[in-house]
């Protein structure tokens, strides 16, 4: 059933393996480079012109064929326009979730469906699916469900939380069962041991080696304001920008004898005020709050009515451990997340991403932190956030 593969070639050795791996199954296979990005960095170098030139190599070692396809047009509307509106509302956002939302599960998938005929795509991410690493289990009319990686540490489920049911149906994770020293170990015995060696990608792709406070001015304009200290509410300096800072981040003020950490940032005043201490209790809460939660596969059975409880687990952030929480559906479909650990730095627009045993259930967008511990009475957790009154309170904030 599953003959024709469009494999995303980014120019990376997971990609590379991933391709190599499908043409060893017997695939018919064609590698697509997905230009995204078509700026020069502070080099004065495109990122993606240097990737296009590994990715042809790859496809000529392993005897595929390479169509590169222009998304630059719709990766800024839909992912880089999203993250300035983002940083510029006093949202933290994820593009890399949104990327693999709009650009590569949905551009991607329906260009390799519709104008290269593919059966099905394949990528290099870490992630597996129920109905196997090449859709040897794949049932018509079947949900497939979304799972971790056999490697914990590369698992990459927590990017594609947000992709739809229908595209994940015919997506290949060659990878999903595979440690990262054992794909770079196909690569060499390959002859792409040139590739295996490139540094991985780290952070947001097209900043490249720059600071993040020296890219993002480029395209907000700086609105300053100044740093209030949370504890006196006295004025300790002055930042350029909110857009420029995120919460949790520490800050050295000119004058000031500690460190200071970002706490919260008001749109009207462009005002941040930050607080004493990495471990301050005012950044720590027990309660995220979300809008629309998007299900991978479908709905809990357990919040299918409101104010039941799902018992599962979660993150906001990728490289965290998983962490046990309560979540309840409101009457107007958001969800409201009691943590069983505090967690820091909770930030308006992060996504949330669930996990019940080895699945990924899906995501929501952070909207709000329920009351901090500092709120509570320093450190102290109050009985009110266990009960369905004290979620109501919180999810009003």
Not at 161 to 177: A, D, N
Not at 238 to 265: D, M, N, Y
Not at 380 to 397: H, W, Y
Request: contains cysteine; hydrophobic residues 35%; aromatic residues 10%.
């Amino acid at each position: 059933m599953f003959r024709n593969i469009v494999v995303g070639l980014s120019g990376g050795v997971d990609s590379a393996v991933a391709a190599l791996l499908l043409k060893r199954k017997g695939f018919n296979v064609t590698a697509v480079f997905l230009r995204n990005w078509d700026t020069a960095d502070e080099t004065g170098k495109c990122l993606a012109d240097e990737d296009y030139k590994d990715a042809e190599y790859i496809s000529k070692k392993i005897n595929i064929p390479l169509v590169e396809v222009n998304f630059v047009k719709e990766y800024w509307h839909e992912v880089f326009t999203y993250l300035l509106e983002s940083y510029e509302g006093g949202y933290t956002p994820n593009p890399d979730i949104m990327c693999n939302k709009n650009i590569k599960f949905k551009k991607f998938y329906n260009f390799a469906r519709e104008n290269l005929k593919a059966d099905a795509i394949a990528t290099g991410h870490y992630a597996r699916s129920s109905f196997g690493p090449y859709l040897e289990d794949y049932k018509p009319g079947a949900k497939v469900k979304l799972l971790h990686a056999v490697n914990q540490k590369k698992d990459q489920t927590f990017f594609l939380s947000q992709v739809s049911q229908e595209s994940l149906q015919r997506c290949m994770f060659p990878l999903g069962e595979m440690m990262k020293t054992d794909v770079k170990k196909l690569a060499v015995e390959a002859g792409l041991g040139v590739i295996a060696q490139k540094p991985e990608s780290m952070g947001i792709c097209f900043i490249g080696t720059r600071t993040f406070q020296n890219f993002i001015p480029q395209y907000l304009e700086n609105k300053p304001g100044n740093f209030i200290n949370y504890e006196t509410g006295e004025v300790v300096g002055q930042h350029q920008g909110i857009h420029c800072w995120t919460l949790g981040q520490g800050c050295r003020i000119a004058g000031s004898s500690e460190k200071l950490f970002v706490l919260r940032k008001d749109i009207k005043t462009n005002d941040i005020f930050v607080v004493p201490g990495t471990d301050h209790p005012a950044l720590f809460s027990r309660i995220l709050i979300t809008s629309k939660p998007h299900w991978i596969c479908e709905e809990p059975e357990s919040l299918i009515d409101s104010w039941t409880v799902l018992n599962c687990e979660y993150r906001f952030q990728r490289n965290e451990k998983l962490c046990p929480c309560r979540v309840y559906k409101s009457s107007n479909n958001k969800l409201i997340i009691v943590s069983e650990k505090e967690k820091r730095a909770i930030s308006p627009g992060q996504f949330v991403v669930l996990y019940l045993n080895d699945e990924c259930l899906g995501s929501a967008p952070i909207t709000h932190a329920g009351p901090s511990l500092h709120s509570l009475g320093e450190g102290e957790i109050t009985s009110d956030v266990d009960d369905n009154d004290g979620l109501l309170r919180a999810s009003t904030v």
